[in-house]
């Protein structure tokens, strides 16, 4: 079985064509940083345009790639949401367009669950297992239980992650995408030099909050002045990473106290999302896991960031549970993950 993979919810224009067997036939993706990179940050009408301009031909040179035409394909899958919804509704379109022409099943994912699912792509986790997710929009912590069953332990109650690592990266001048901007700096950095709050560590539950802690990084940005140096902003920058590495530890171990009550065994730790590409993040989730006996599993860092590969595969998870939607399913540009169904036949 063979499936195609259309990703377009933000500023990637990604296509890959995934096979049952767990392989990854082939994929395209493009990146708009360039496009972006001007407003130091995405900007939703620049996104959706760009994907217009390209999405025909990454589709085709997937396939080109992986010695295909159209007719090889079993089903064609698109991220129908969360997400920017002009980008969202030139992927879908595209999608549904193919399906219609070549008589295919046209299975609508929400891009969550692609990022939740892609543990189950690169190393065969088995469910159930617990699930951090971290981008620039998302911070959840999720018990994974099959395809479309998802139980939510926490999520941010403010913003999320990836988004405080591009604030921080714009305070500092650090450039977009703020993510590896502040994980490039840091490496240079003493996280000891700036005290940085850590918001929710020690209350009980899973969320998250991280309004406060930009707040304090905003203000030790300001009260440097003309001392923000190359050093400073490694610096901050390092206290920074720091105080999420903390918060993020915290958090997903009161989550896998949960799991492990709840489901009788403790399962790996997953993490996903782009955020889950910080090399020091995820070694401290695995120091985390490891003290709880079991172990963390992360995607390879290319999959850890909007990919055609993930949405695949996570139509694949559906489709050969029997389901496909209807060319009427409409895109949407909020879709909380456990809110999706478990796929039934259509």
Known sequence: MLVLGIETSCDETAAAVVGDDRRIVAQVVLSQIAEHETFGGVVPEIAARAHLLAVDRVVEET????????????????????GLIGGVLVGTLTAKALA??????????????????????????????????????????????????YRLYGSTVDDAVGEAFDKTAKLLGLGFPGGPAVERAARAGDPARFALPRPM?????????????KTAVRQAVQGLGPDLDDQARADVAAAFQSVVADVLAD???????????????TGPLVVAGGVAANLLLRARLAEVAAARGTRLVAPPLPLCTDNGAMIAWAGLERFRLGASDP???????????????????A
């Open 63 to 82: 396939l080109r790639r992986g010695g295909l035409e159209l007719r090889d394909i079993d089903a064609v899958a698109a991220t129908a949401g969360p």
């Open 100 to 149: 219609a022409v070549a008589g295919l099943p046209y299975v609508a994912v929400n891009h969550l669950e692609g990022h939740a699912l892609t543990a189950r792509l690169t190393d065969d986790v088995a469910f159930p297992y617990l699930l951090l997710l971290v981008s620039g929009g998302h911070c959840q912590l999720l018990a994974v239980e099959g395809v479309g069953r």
């Open 201 to 213: 560590v020690g209350r009980p539950g899973c969320d998250f909050s991280f309004s406060g802690l």
């Open 251 to 265: 958090r997903v171990g009161r989550a896998m106290t949960r799991f492990a009550a709840e489901q009788g065994a």
């Open 327 to 345: 060319l009427d399913f409409a895109a949407r540009p909020r879709w909380p993950l456990q809110e999706i169904a478990a796929p039934a036949p």
